[in-house]
């Protein structure tokens, strides 16, 4: 591995990435899907890009493997890296290295067929190479440089530039992301760490009669098993309305809500921990149209709001509407839809939890691991890891949760793999602090690609009527507007 001799027992399940990431803390390689779907965790075996979230360890025995560590030398960045820091290729950065070895891997075949490389080669290499950030020409502008062609990094035109706005500025943590050194919520270990699950609904709605935790509570590895009736403060959070219940004790009210959470010695018991929880319903009409949930016979999903399923009503009034539209040569009256949108940023929710008073020495640790390791973080309150968008409410919504005051609780905000708006709304954060108060122990809740997708907030689809009038000319003259 990175010309280093790598004598290793794994078993027969492991894939390749688990062995850089977690047996050889080589966490330069991320995961984004583990279904061989994004294209984020490409390594070079024997000069073939390959996704090891997928490839068999045993099949790299005997094998030459690269990963973005060794790529630079002697602190000597490779060609494709010093090319991505020039064209500002590394934006998030969780796709990075994925990206620069394949195309690591384009360059090298390229080179010793002695074929110059085309921007053609370069898609067709990348088409499986997911990026969310970036929009591509950038990367391949990058490898275009690599390879040895003479590409301009794009500078913006201005009028007259100051000393910073209107010029080209690197990212500060593109250095970090493309030699693999960047650490994402994921990347972290601490010394006696945890592994989380949660149990999910798995129906849209739905009365909870009973949840039995005893089995799962009784399988070796098992830490802690939680439900509603475990959370000492508020069992409720949200961004716009305090109306998402930490775990759900009544009733659910989406497939992705959470009945009870586990931490175990590793993410397979946790995983079966899961299995051996037992959750009775008595399933309820599901909602699933904003027009239909407003009337007066639809099925309501918090019997306790005074509106029924209406949350917010916002009006904005001005002018005459009347007169606008007696003026108007032509009225437009369409109605129009736009579906539900998936953020997809490559990085799943993951949150890591530290307990107040976390002393790593318990676990076989140093008293200055963290610090050895760049955190510099005190833990002399409950804190959270996560890469969020809103750390501030994320520090006070867990507060609140654990029924303490907001100074008692630390967030560390990590570097985030995308978010575009979907890295809002709690996630792992409560769940993990949780567990962590209640065992003691550091806590990872790292969310699968379909628990993610299943979980978190979209992009609401939308219903939208405009009526709006017109002269010939050109000129509007009124506009009536619907939104649900």
Known sequence: VNDVAVDIDVPESRYLSDVLREDLRLTGTKIGCA???????????????VVSCVFPAFKAQGARVETIEGLSNNGRLHALQQAFLDHGAVQCGICTPGLIMTAKGLLDTKSAAGEAVTEDDIRTALKDSYCRCTGYQSVINAILQASGEDVAPYIPETGTPGMAVGQPRPNPNALAKITGDARFTDDYRFPGMLYARTKRAGVPHARILSIDTAAAMRLDGVHSVLTHEDIPGRNAHGVVSVDWPVLCGRKVRYVGDAIAIVAADNDEIAAAALQLIDVRYE????????????????????????????????????????????????????????????????????????????????????????????DTAKHDKTTIYVGSQIPYSDRDQVAATLGVAPDAVRVVATLMGGGFGGKEDIAGQIHAALLAEETQRPVKMLYSRQESLMVHPKRHATVIRMRTGATREGKLTALEATLY
């Open 35 to 49: 279904e061989a779907e994004c294209g984020i965790c490409t390594v070079l075996v024997d000069g073939t890009a």
């Open 283 to 374: 399933e309820l009409p599901a909602v699933t149209d904003a027009i239909d949930a407003l009337k007066p016979e639809a099925t309501l999903v918090h019997e306790e709001r005074p509106d029924g399923n209406l949350l917010k009503h916002i009006k904005v009034r001005k002018g005459d509407l009347d007169r606008g539209f007696a003026s108007a040569d032509v009225i437009v009256d369409q109605t129009y839809r736009t579906p539900t949108t998936e953020h997809l940023f490559l990085e799943p929710e993951c949150s890591i939890a530290v307990p107040a008073g976390y002393d790593p020495t318990i676990f076989g640790g140093r008293r200055d691991d963290l610090a050895v390791r760049g």
